[in-house]
């Protein structure tokens, strides 16, 4: 059985850092794909980052710059290094796994496990 767990949100100032774990169980694929969501109340489900199994990322281009992707295989990590939060970063963050390779930032239609999602508040 496939288990995504978020965890590392909180509430932080404008400028500050947090960041988004994702402990991954059940899961592993050599072509796999590991993305960053985000959601904020009122707006539809927003790509944020995504990395492979050949370590490409990609990120939207609101967070291109202040936000990292990486993970941890050893750990069955997938992290979300987060800088110079700001107001409009304010969101529930939501990890995913995809079976299958990504080419590009891809949408979420692209993966096929998710987590229950971890909430970020950033106060101006």
């Known amino acids: 059985q496939v288990q995504l767990v978020e965890s590392g949100g909180g509430s932080v100032q404008a400028g500050g850092s947090l960041r988004l774990s994702c402990a991954v169980s059940g899961f592993s694929h050599s072509g796999r794909c590991m993305g960053w969501f985000r959601q904020a109340p009122g707006k539809e489900r927003e790509k944020v980052a995504n990395?492979?199994?050949?370590?490409?990322?990609n990120f939207a281009t609101s967070v291109e710059g202040r936000f990292t992707i990486s993970e941890d295989n050893a750990e069955n990590t997938l992290y979300l290094q987060m800088n110079s939060l700001e107001p409009e970063d304010t969101a529930i963050y939501y990890c995913?796994?995809?079976?299958?390779?990504?080419?590009?930032?891809?949408?979420?239609?692209?993966?096929?496990?998710w987590g229950q999602g971890t909430q970020v508040t950033v106060s101006s």
């Open positions: 995913a796994a995809a079976s299958s390779a990504c080419l590009g930032l891809v949408p979420h239609s692209h993966y096929d496990y």
């Open positions: 990395i492979d199994s050949r370590g490409d990322k």
